[in-house]
Structure formats: C-alpha cells, structure tokens
C-alpha cells in the first residue's frame, strides 16, 4: 500500500462500549418505525412548505404524534404552525426535542428540513413505544420558520423551553458534529430621508439620501475590518433613488450585526447607530433605524449532553468532526441554549462537500445514504433523550453547566 493511499484510509473507529439492553431496544423501535419515519421525510420533500405556511408538515406530523399517544397543542406562542407534543409521567426529567419542517423558494426541502422533522418523529414514536421503561417527560416542539423569522426565537421568549433539563435536534449536514458553534445576529433596516432637486442645475438645493447611505455603506466595511474579533456587518441597498437627474430623497439600506457573543454585537450595533446619526448630521437627512427580525443568540453547545451524543454516534459507526467551526452562521437554536441546556447535532448525508440550500441538497435527504442518516439522527436523538430521562447524573451534570455559562440572556 502506498503513503497516499495509507493517508486516505478512514482510522478504524476506537472501540465503544456496547449499547445497553435498552439502548439497543430504542434503536430497534427506531428501526421499526423506520417506514413512518422515511414516510415523513418523503412526503415533506415532494410537498415543501415556505417558512410559516407548514400546515400540511404540522398536521401529518400532530396526527401521527396524537395516534402515538402525545398530548398536543397546537398554535403554541402565537404561531399557527407551531406545536408541542407531551408524552410521559411523574418527577424527573424534561426532555425537549425540536422539528423544523420549513422549505426555501424554488429549491424546496434545500436544508433539509424534512429529514429534522423525520428524526424529530422517529425519535418521539420510538420513545413512546418504549415508554413504560422511562420516567419523566418528553416534549416535541415543532419550531417553524426556521428559515425566516426563527419561530425558535419566539418559542424561546414565551418560555417553552424553561426548566427542560435538555433540548435536542439533528440536522442534515456533510458531516458529524456534535459541537455546534454559531454567530449571534441582529438584522436592522436604515433609511435616509432627504430632499429632492434637479442633479444638475440645482443640487445644493437638495440633501441627497443616497450620499448618506453610501457613507454608511463604506463605513461599516470599515467598521467590520477595525473591529475582527469574528464581526461580520453584511449589507445591502435596497432604495438609492429614482433618476440620475434627481437628487434622491431616500435611500434605504439592510444590514446585519454577526458577532461571536451576543454582547459583543450589541455593543457593535450600538456603534453603526452613533455612526448613522454622525453622517444623518454631517449631510442634514433624517433616518429611521429598526430591526427586521429577532436577535439570534449565539449558540452555546451543552458540553455534557454534546459527549453522550458524540458516543452514541459513534456507536452508530459515525465518528464526529470536534474541531470548532471556523465558518458559521446564524441559528435560531443559539436563542434555545440560552434557556436550558442544548445540542444542535448535525448527521452526514454521504453526499460529499454538499451546498446547503441547493435542489441537490434536499435530493440527497432522499438518497439511499440520507435515508440511513435520517434513522441515526432519529437513534442519536432517542439515545440522547433516553440518557437525559434515565440518568440523574447526566441531568445535573448538564444543568450545572449551564448556570455555570451564565444568567440568561435575553434578545
Ligand atoms: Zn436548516
């Protein structure tokens, strides 16, 4: 064998523990359930839903759970498309575990959302099946618009996930991870508000709004690379005016704060708001400055409950990638972890370096290899829950941590 083809070879993966007797028995009710839960994750995929419109994904999904003995509500928080599923008895644990279930334009099920709801499902059924070895209580949380708004956000604030001793969900991704890292953000929109008048004959009559957007523009390109530290400030223009030969009189810009902690972009935002009334003075126009979504959080991975995930992948024949993610984005998950302890596992659809967001993607959740990734996130899900609701240990250990991260931080 040569060095390159010696490099190349997979290391066998290091030998685990076995599963317990009812570990073993939660992957055979995971494997029973198989066809409901590859059911699921077809029929999201031929009839994607846009962020807030999941009425077909939240009925199949509340019926299937209702018939599996779940107690359900629906419209949870104000969104007509979210729901909770509670299923269990006594004191013990509280175990949450998310379904995301929105599509994006033209490329469908392009994150793979299907596949969430899919391992949200099996792992809720499989649970149920078993339910009578288990003490405590088990919460499905349908979360919608994930790709929009974060129906997390919302859910977060209203509380559902307050006092859970653990919130669980999986991902499609090109690899396995267990420790997730992700920006917090806040979006805003900037207007300038000037006054018209001929571009060329008379311009100083005018004050133009595009100059001050402009301004804006370049200065927070300047502001991203004084700062680093991980900030990003992305933006567009959306407004500049109407003819060249008019001065504009409104010019309307988006931006977004990325920061690796939620402290340090308010901080950065505070910033851009002094920098938009230094130019709003240096030019004359007015403006208005207001937020176009919730602030994400940043995420803060449950190092405890990130551990016996990564082990049970592991059990699954799936080895994790641990190494922090350099490029991240944004997760409505992030607003989750700031209320109890969290994990947001990602599961490897085997179809190489794939682009998320893309017709290939959601194509993949429907391969024979994203099949197999959807009954292990739905295992890595059940086995994870099964711990948190078998295992004091593991429960404080994971509580402690997470006062031990600090008070909760609201958006
Ligand atoms: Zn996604």
């Known amino acids: 064998m040569t060095q390159k083809r010696r490099r190349r070879a997979p290391a066998p993966l290091e030998p685990r523990p076995a599963l317990s007797p009812l570990h073993k028995l939660v992957v055979q009710a995971v494997d029973r359930r198989g066809p409901d839960i590859l059911g ?3 029929d999201l995929y031929l009839r994607p839903e846009l962020s807030g419109e999941e009425r077909h994904a939240c009925t199949v999904v509340t019926a299937r759970l209702e018939k599996a003995g779940f107690k359900v509500e629906r419209g949870v928080a104000g969104l007509g498309t979210a729901f909770t599923a509670r299923l269990g008895r006594g004191r013990g644990a ?15 099920h392009g994150c793979g959302h299907n596949l969430i709801a899919a391992c949200g499902l099996g792992a809720g059924l499989a649970l149920a099946d078993l339910i009578r070895r288990w003490r405590g209580r088990l919460t499905l949380v349908g979360t919608p618009a994930e790709e929009t708004f974060g129906g997390k956000v919302v859910l977060a604030d209203a509380g559902i996930f307050d006092r859970m ?38 311009p100083e009559l005018g004050i133009n709004a595009l100059d001050a957007l402009v301004q804006l523009y370049v200065g927070l390109d300047l502001m991203e690379k004084s700062l680093g530290r991980g900030v990003r400030i992305p933006g567009v223009i959306l407004e500049g005016g109407v003819r060249p030969n008019m001065v504009p009189e409104r010019a309307v810009g988006r931006f ?36 176009t979504d919730y602030p994400y959080l940043e995420m803060r991975t449950s190092r ?73 996130g739905a295992k890595v899900l059940a086995l994870t829950a099964l711990d948190l609701l078998t295992r004091p240990t593991l429960r404080r250990a994971a509580r402690a941590e997470f006062r031990a991260a600090g008070a909760r931080t609201t958006g």
Do not use: K, W
């Open 165 to 202: 001793d653990g919130v669980l969900m999986v991902h499609a991704g090109y690899e396995n991870r267990v420790f997730s890292n992700s920006l917090a953000c806040g979006s805003f929109e900037v207007v300038f508000l000037g006054r018209s008048a001929h571009a060329v004959t008379s």
């Open 94 to 108: 509280h175990v949450g575990v998310l379904l995301e279930y929105d599509a994006l334009p033209e490329v469908g």
């Open 256 to 291: 977004s704060v990325r920061a690796p902690t939620h402290a340090l972009r308010r901080a950065v935002h505070r910033r851009v708001v002094r920098l938009v009334q230094g130019i709003a003075r240096a030019t004359g126009a007015r403006f208005s400055i207001h937020p």
């Open 304 to 376: 405890a409950l990130a551990e016996v995930a990564r082990e049970h992948l592991l059990r699954l024949g799936r080895r994790t990638n641990d190494a922090p993610r350099t490029a991240m984005g944004s997760l409505d998950m992030g607003n989750v972890s700031h209320r109890a302890p969290a994990v947001h596992i990602y599961v490897d659809l085997g179809a190489g370096a794939i682009a998320g967001h893309t017709r290939e993607f959601a194509r993949a959740t429907q391969a024979a290899a994203g099949r197999r990734a959807t009954l292990a």
């Open 40 to 42: 699921l994750s077809r």
